[in-house]
């Protein structure tokens, strides 16, 4: 099991310098850089579903602990999969509003013999929907940036937290049922910050969709 954890914990900080890149890409080769991440990701995944199945075999003396390292890394990989698809569907805004705005600009107006025919108010009702979704994407943008900023600080509180229960376990020698309600209680808060962040993804979707 040691060296495929290892393996995965590489890959996975490695993810993370590769996310950097998505900044400083061109818009030729930004596509490929995002599926060279996804792909990364992917394949940490496979690899995670592997892990949870040796670490089911470890002794049971160091059973919980291995969950635990596993647990981390799919906590980790997950952060990332939110992160690398909140900057794609900021990208598709963007490139959104960049061709509705080339619409606009290239629209002809119609002439007539004696007077000219402008369609100003359609014109100016569409500029108006286009200053709505950009506002909106920069709220969106900033709620999401503080999402992230939260979910970072609850990963070290629960990091911090799994070491110190690890710690004071090993020292008074906890029974395996203490150990296995602790694992439990680790799982529901697992899955109730997905469902968060789920639900979030949601929202700013449905927003977006009301706002376009």
């Known amino acids: 099991m040691e060296p495929l954890y290892q393996q995965t914990h590489k890959q996975v900080h490695e993810i993370q310098s590769h996310m950097g890149r998505l900044e400083t890409a061109d818009k030729q080769s930004l596509h490929l850089v995002e ?5 990364s990701i992917d394949q940490v995944f496979s690899h995670l579903e592997r892990l949870e199945i040796l670490s089911s075999k470890e002794p049971p003396n160091k059973r919980q602990n291995a969950k635990l390292r596993v647990d981390q890394l799919k906590y980790d990989v997950q952060h990332l999969q939110t992160a690398l698809r909140n900057f794609q569907h900021q990208r598709y805004a963007k490139e959104q509003q960049e061709r509705q ?3 606009l600009l290239s629209r002809t107006f119609t002439t007539n013999d004696s007077d000219t025919t402008i369609p100003m108010d359609e014109s100016l009702q569409f500029n108006s929907s286009l200053q709505k979704i950009h506002h909106g994407m920069d709220d969106l943008i900033g709620g999401g940036h503080s999402i992230l900023e939260g979910l970072r600080a609850q990963r070290l ?3 911090g937290t ?5 710690d004071i376990a090993n020292m008074l020698g906890l029974s395996n049922t203490v150990m296995r309600l602790i694992e439990k209680r680790a ?3 697992k899955y ?4 968060g962040m789920l639900l979030t ?6 927003v977006v969709q009301y706002l376009t």
């Open 162 to 166: 799994q070491k110190k229960l690890l």
């Open 35 to 39: 599926n060279e991440i996804q792909a």
């Open 192 to 195: 109730f910050m997905i469902g």
């Open 201 to 206: 993804c949601v929202v700013m979707f449905l």
């Open 187 to 189: 799982f529901q808060d």
């Open 101 to 103: 705005r080339e619409e």
């Open 157 to 159: 509180t629960m990091k």
